[in-house]
């Protein structure tokens, strides 16, 4: 007989009885608050795709992102490109800004470059809503190394348009 530690190494829900796997369970439960076809829908993003970004979180209002930075990424200096490492916070800021289902694009965003990061340098960026009005919402985003060793620091400002993606 295989024990419950064996099968959920196999990821599979033994208790559920819904065939759901571990990783889609923890899917569900970093999806808190958030229609899955939301997740789903800002899963879809093409460029982040191609940049090999992860969606790791979303609740309403807040998104955690990661990113492994590869030798095609870097600058004539070898460190990570500034490019990279805005497009990884920007897209944790798009999944944040368009976690309630509205369309939202961006106004502004500005950032602050504070280390140099080299390839191979696993990146987690994370966005968080500080205010939110019925056009308008503001949003602190940071990126660090999975050491939490903060490499860059941003603000933006999202405009909220009166389209919907999902039903409300």
Same mark, same amino acid.
């Given at each position: 007989m295989v024990g419950r530690s064996e099968r959920a190494a196999e990821g599979v829900a033994e208790w559920a009885g819904d065939g759901k796997s571990n990783n889609e369970r923890v899917a569900e439960q970093m999806t808190e608050g958030v229609k899955p076809e939301i /997740? /789903?829908?800002?899963?879809?993003?093409? @460029? =982040?795709?191609s940049l090999g970004i992860e969606l790791v979180e979303i609740h309403e209002g807040y998104a955690k992102c990661a990113m492994t930075v590869r030798p095609e990424m870097v600058n004539a200096h070898g &460190?990570?490109?500034g490019g990279a490492l805005f497009s990884l916070a920007d897209f944790a @800021? !798009?999944?944040a800004c368009n976690s309630h289902g509205r369309v939202a694009v961006a106004l502004e965003v500005k950032i602050n470059y504070l280390e140099a990061v080299l390839p191979g340098t696993r990146l987690i960026?994370? =966005?968080k809503e500080e205010a939110l009005g019925g056009r308008i919402g503001l949003y602190h985003l940071t990126v660090t190394e999975e050491s939490g060793k903060i490499? !860059? &620091?941003?603000h933006a400002t999202a405009y909220r348009k009166k389209d919907w993606f999902v039903d409300k």
């Open positions: /997740r /789903r829908h800002l899963e879809n993003d093409p @460029f =982040a795709k &460190s990570a490109h @800021f !798009a999944v960026a994370e =966005a490499v !860059a &620091s941003c």
